[in-house]
């Protein structure tokens, strides 16, 4: 094992440096530094699999290593290879390579090929990919290569390499360097100790690689620059490029579904004049042509809504959205959502979409219904849980809110039973006891409880039904419970990860409605002012911006296509980011976001 000194000197650097802001060229610095403990010039990997390039004992791996004083160093070096390259008549940059094979075919066509023979009748095969380990040692030398489907090991032979091109070898041993993307051709063999091989009658170096890759035993230690700098997480840390293969299969799965269903996927605005469909604060940008401000989608929801006017009954789109609010482990400004309408449907059809949507999307990528998700088995197979949200407070405080008919009643319940059975963390029932206070209604009061004291204990999938009309300012109302709307929300490992409605079809309705809420926003917003003054002058005005206030208008064309008519319909939206973590067992968004938004 290398000596790993050096190593726990500049990741303990590296970790003091984080306690504060960095530059994105001090980050770099950083990952080059961290990669120093790799080899350099003629880099050898640490032995770390079966394969021989990766075997060999520490006076050997020694004598092909040297180190040098920084990365830049490293780059230097690098640079001059790519020199002598030139003056060899080789470009280190190549257009193209034809290749016959992946690493992983070659694994499975050759895989009865006995040890210790070519496999002369197949004849000779390419391939291409990244060098991860090299050895060599003396006439003979070993590397592994690395491709989108795996790794094969390749077998370099001084005599074999330079009947082809005198002095191939000896270039190779001074110019190849882990990270090289390389081209090989030659056949199949299974060495005496097993290893599947080509045997390498032409090498090529395609792409000359400057910087070197972090150390094979730590990888890249900090999570930060694996998600600022996720090709190269990619290329060195296991599992990540599985995750994003995954990711597509959800998505093509549900695309699939629904067009199999005759939906029609139609591309709605990113640009809007006023951000709906949801309660968030929209990204503003500036439009230089038309001199007006624009606001970026929070939701695909109202366009949608006018394609069922114009006739179409069944459409959906697949899209990005955007929330210029804050950052965590389950939100990222950026995300992906499907959403999707149906004519002559209502949130009970909407269940049975959901349903479908999620056991095939497991299918597709777990190949089973009973899903592992941090430490426990889901069961995505059976029917899921169907319950009120009064049901479930209920069950969890023991108030029953459909009882009361003065606020200050349900009120004073709400906050005796949360001090009772809620502890106190991180300041989460204060909050959550201010929020009651300041209610407005009975049903807002209804919803902080759930929020606060049932979400996170709804771990098996559980559909939450008939929301307050407070908070659901697009749905319909309940046909037979006042007060209520037709809603549910998805919950599964304790998040929200579907929303839908039976679709409020009434423009007179809906325009009540968001003008209330235009009113009651702009209420909130007075009190976040004030708020936002005091703490000015207190001196924590850094936190109060966070909530500052945003303009919210009502959208008036979309009351107009209402008042031409829409049928009755049901909808949906999901989150594909945290159906996608649920599918892949990550706990933190960012991990199935290829690029997430980093400060």
């Known amino acids: 094992m290398k000596p790993a000194c050096n190593c726990t000197v500049m990741r303990s650097a590296d970790m003091l440096l984080l306690r504060r802001p960095l530059r994105l060229t001090t980050r770099l610095n950083g990952l080059r530094h961290q990669s120093l403990c790799q080899s350099n010039s003629t880099e050898t990997a640490a032995p770390t699999s079966k394969s021989e390039s990766q075997k060999g004992n520490g006076k050997a791996n020694k004598s092909n290593n040297h180190s040098t004083s920084s990365a830049e160093d490293i780059r230097g070096l690098r640079l001059d290879k790519v020199k002598q390259l030139r003056s060899l008549g080789k470009d280190p940059y190549a257009y193209k390579f034809d290749r016959t094979h992946t690493a992983a075919q070659l694994q499975q066509q050759f895989e009865d090929l006995p040890s210790g023979q070519v496999a002369e009748e197949a004849g000779p095969v390419s391939v291409a990919g990244r060098v991860r380990a090299r050895r060599f040692m003396g006439k003979l030398a070993f590397a592994t290569m690395a491709d989108d489907s795996g790794e094969i090991q390749l077998y370099l032979e001084k005599t074999s390499l330079d009947s082809a091109a005198p002095d191939t070898f000896k270039h190779l041993k001074t110019l190849l360097d882990i990270g090289d993307i390389v081209g090989v051709s030659g056949p199949m063999k299974r060495t005496d100790k097993g290893e599947l091989s080509i045997v390498a009658q032409d090498f090529q170096i395609l792409t000359k690689s400057l910087l070197p890759l972090p150390d094979k035993y730590y990888g890249l230690a900090d999570v930060e620059l694996r998600h600022r700098q996720r090709y190269l997480d990619m290329i060195v840390t296991e599992g990540v490029r599985d995750t994003f293969r995954k990711r597509s299969k959800v998505i093509s799965t549900i695309r699939r579904m629904l067009e199999e269903q005759d939906f029609l996927e139609i591309e709605t605005p990113v640009l809007e004049s006023s951000a709906g469909g949801a309660d968030a604060r929209p990204f503003v940008t500036y439009h230089n042509s038309l001199s007006r401000n624009f606001t970026l989608r929070i939701a695909t929801e109202l366009h949608l809504k006018r394609l069922i006017v114009g006739g179409f009954e069944k459409v959906f789109e697949i899209g990005r959205i955007f929330r210029n609010e804050g950052i965590s482990s389950r939100h990222n400004p950026e995300f992906t959502s499907v959403e999707l309408y149906q004519a002559y449907a209502d949130y009970n059809d909407m269940m049975t979409i959901t349903e479908d949507i999620i056991r095939q999307a497991a299918q597709a990528v777990c190949g089973t219904e009973q899903v592992s998700y941090q430490g426990q088995v889901l069961d995505l197979g059976k029917p899921f849980k169907r319950a009120t949200m009064h049901e479930l407070v209920h069950e969890a405080l023991g108030v029953d809110f459909s009882s009361f008919e003065r606020l200050e009643d349900a009120q004073a319940a709400a906050s005796t ?57 697009l749905a319909k109302p309940h046909r037979t419970k006042p007060g209520l709307v037709e809603r549910f929300e998805l919950y599964i490992a304790g998040r929200e990860l579907a929303n839908s409605f039976s679709e409020l079809t009434d423009p007179v309705e809906q325009r009540r409605r968001l003008e209330a809420q235009v009113v009651a926003h702009q209420l909130a917003g007075k009190a976040a002012s004030e708020a936002q003054a005091q703490a000015l002058a207190e001196g924590t005005q850094a936190e109060a911006l966070e909530d500052a206030p945003h303009e919210v208008a009502v959208d008036d064309d979309f009351i107009t296509a209402l008042e031409y008519g829409m049928p009755p319909t049901g909808g949906m939206g999901m989150g594909l980011d945290r159906l996608v973590m649920l599918l892949t067992d990550h706990s933190s968004i960012r991990e199935v976001i290829a690029f997430p938004l980093l400060k």
């Open 417 to 473: 039973a949360l001090e009772q059975q809620m502890p106190e963390h991180d300041g989460a029932r204060s909050a959550c006891l201010r929020n009651i206070q300041s209610a407005a209604s009975i049903g807002q009061v209804l919803a902080e409880c759930f929020e606060s004291a049932v979400e996170t204990t709804l771990q098996q999938p559980t559909f939450v039904l008939d929301f307050p009309v407070e908070i659901s300012p």
